[in-house]
C-alpha cells in the first residue's frame, strides 16, 4: 500500500499540473472546455484517492509521516471542495475554468511540497 502511495503521489501530481494548465487554457479557449474537464474530473479523483490511501496508511498501518505531509494532504482536501462549492458562483462570473485551472496548479504544489517533507 506504501508503495502505491508513493507512485500514485506522482501519477497525482502530474495530473493536477497538467489539468491546471489545461483549465486555464480553456478559460479562453471555449472549444477545449469538455476535455479539459475529463482532466480536471481524472486529476481531482486521483488526488482524493492519493489523500485517502494515506489516510489508511496512517491508521492501519504503524506509519508516522512528517505532520506537514498530512497537513498538506488535509488542504488538498480541503481544495478540492472548495472548487466544488464555489462552482456555481465563478460560473456565473465566467471564471470557472480559470478558478479551476489555478486550482490544479495549486494542487500540483501542495503534492510536491508534501513530497518534498517526506524526502528531506
Do not use: C
Not at 480553456?26 to 494515506?54: D, S, Y
Not at 462552482?87 to 513530497?115: H, P, Q, T
Amino acid at each position: 500500500m506504501r508503495d502505491f502511495h508513493d507512485s500514485w503521489g506522482w501519477f497525482a501530481i502530474i495530473a493536477n499540473g497538467v489539468a491546471g494548465l489545461v483549465m486555464m487554457l480553456a478559460w479562453k479557449v471555449t472549444a477545449i472546455r469538455k476535455p479539459a474537464w475529463v482532466l480536471v474530473i481524472v486529476a481531482e479523483t486521483a488526488m482524493m484517492v492519493q489523500v485517502f490511501t494515506g489516510v489508511s496508511l496512517v491508521t492501519g498501518d504503524d506509519i508516522d509521516p512528517p505532520r506537514f505531509h498530512m497537513f498538506y494532504g488535509f488542504i488538498a482536501f480541503l481544495t478540492v471542495g472548495g472548487l466544488l462549492s464555489y462552482r456555481y458562483v465563478w460560473r456565473a462570473r465566467g471564471w470557472m475554468e480559470l478558478a479551476y485551472g489555478i486550482g490544479g496548479l495549486f494542487l500540483m504544489g501542495l503534492g510536491i511540497r508534501a513530497v518534498l517533507q517526506v524526502t528531506t
